[in-house]
T-cell receptor, first 114, second 113 residues
Framework: AQTVTQSQPEMSVQEAETVTLSCTYD???????LFWYKQPPSRQMILVIR??????QNATENRFSVNFQKAAKSFSLKISDSQLGDTAMYFC???????????FGKGTSLLVTP | ETGVTQTPRHLVMGMTNKKSLKCEQH?????MYWYKQSAKKPLELMFV???????ENNSVPSRFSPECPNSSHLFLHLHTLQPEDSALYLC????????????FGSGTRLTVV
């Protein structure tokens, strides 16, 4: 079984600052995908960024980047230049190549303050 | 417009009622999913359909009954629910079963009284 752990239930950051959300996972698989999803108050889960485990280079999408440490099974999300619209729940998720279901963590509630 | 539309947005039902949740996508996706999101818990996969066939039933109680009449529509029929079934029910779709791009709907907030 795969488990995803997000150790920070809540975080707060000031506008324009940088924040890092933590995620660790446990798996015996070697090939898999990792994701960060954002869930704003509108409730729709939106894909922020994804990482293929076979790629050593960390994924980047504009202000969002990840620090993927495969040996440590760690997948943190860095948000640079935080904006008020980044306020949301953030979920880390895992999917093995052999499967199709996303396994989610419990989420981190991020509040961006002016 | 999210691409995946869920109705109703909110639903309050008694334990003896029968109701249905609806999910619709016109993205041309072939796989659809039901997830349950409860407070302080990870999202739980409930059902998976691929090309209108159920491929996974994740030990979900029989008071939840899914239906996928075509690749664009997915229903979740509810009957004799319990208060602990109150949650946000999210529908998602993907091009294929192992596609890494899920598109989610905005969910139905269900309250069982």
């Amino acid at each position: 079984a795969q488990t995803v752990t997000q150790s920070q239930p809540e975080m707060s950051v000031q506008e324009a600052e940088t924040v890092t959300l933590s995620c660790t996972y446990d798996t015996s698989e070697n090939n898999y995908y990792l994701f960060w999803y954002k869930q704003p108050p509108s409730r729709q889960m939106i894909l922020v960024i994804r990482q293929e485990a076979y790629k050593q280079q960390n994924a980047t999408e504009n202000r969002f980047s990840v620090n993927f440490q495969k040996a440590a099974k760690s997948f943190s999300l860095k948000i640079s230049d935080s904006q008020l619209g980044d306020t949301a729940m953030y979920f880390c998720a895992f999917r093995p190549n052999s499967g199709y279901a996303l396994n989610f963590g419990k989420g981190t509630s991020l509040l961006v303050t002016p | 417009e999210t691409g995946v539309t869920q109705t109703p947005r909110h639903l309050v039902m008694g334990m003896t009622n029968k109701k249905s949740l609806k999910c619709e996508q016109h993205l041309g996706h072939n796989a659809m999913y039901w997830y349950k999101q409860s407070a302080k818990k990870p999202l739980e996969l409930m059902f998976v359909y691929s090309l209108e066939e159920r491929v996974e039933n994740n030990s979900v109680p029989s008071r939840f009954s899914p239906e996928c009449p075509n690749s664009s529509h997915l229903f979740l029929h509810l009957h004799t629910l319990q208060p602990e079934d109150s949650a946000l029910y999210l529908c998602a779709s993907s091009q294929t079963l192992r596609d890494y791009g899920y598109t989610f709907g905005s969910g139905t907030r269900l309250t069982v009284v």
